[in-house]
């Protein structure tokens, strides 16, 4: 009877919470994803949902190894918004570090790209900087990079 009473218990609790999400509308990675879908849409992307909310386009392949999400790499890479507006950017010889030392989104992503290969990575908040702003980003912004991976080391 404990457990009955228990089950009914756990069960209304999660009725409960369940209508408290519904009337509250969409979360924040529901908007990022509606907001992805529709540039993917726009653009005639061919983008592959890796889970989390996280897309990448792969434009070329490359020939090298694929990195881990450990590794270091060198990538030059290009960031903006939705909208177009690119609010980072690095040179063609691109940059080096260590992907436990990005946003998530990259940390899930690179390791999508073989070492040579370009593509693009769009980067739901949840998984970039998510309601803090930073640096010329606002708080929730759905980020875009087009990437080179250059190499992985």
Known sequence: MKHVLLFLLISLTSLHCAKDEEEDGPN???IDDEIIQKYIADNELEA??????????????????????????RVAY???????????????????FGLNQVIQ????GIPFFKEGGR??????????????????IPANS??????HLIEVL
């Open 142 to 147: 759905v980020l875009i990079f087009d990437i």
């Open 48 to 73: 592959m949902n890796i889970g989390s909310g996280l897309y990448y386009v792969n434009e070329e392949t490359g020939e090298g190894e694929n990195p881990s999400p450990s590794s270091s790499v």
């Open 28 to 30: 924040q990675a529901q």
């Open 119 to 136: 593509g693009k990575l769009l980067i739901p908040s949840g998984l970039a900087y998510g309601d803090r702003p930073r640096s010329g």
């Open 78 to 96: 290009r960031g903006y918004f939705t909208n177009e507006e690119v609010f980072d950017q690095s040179s063609e010889a691109g940059i080096t």
């Open 105 to 108: 989104g990259w940390k899930m």
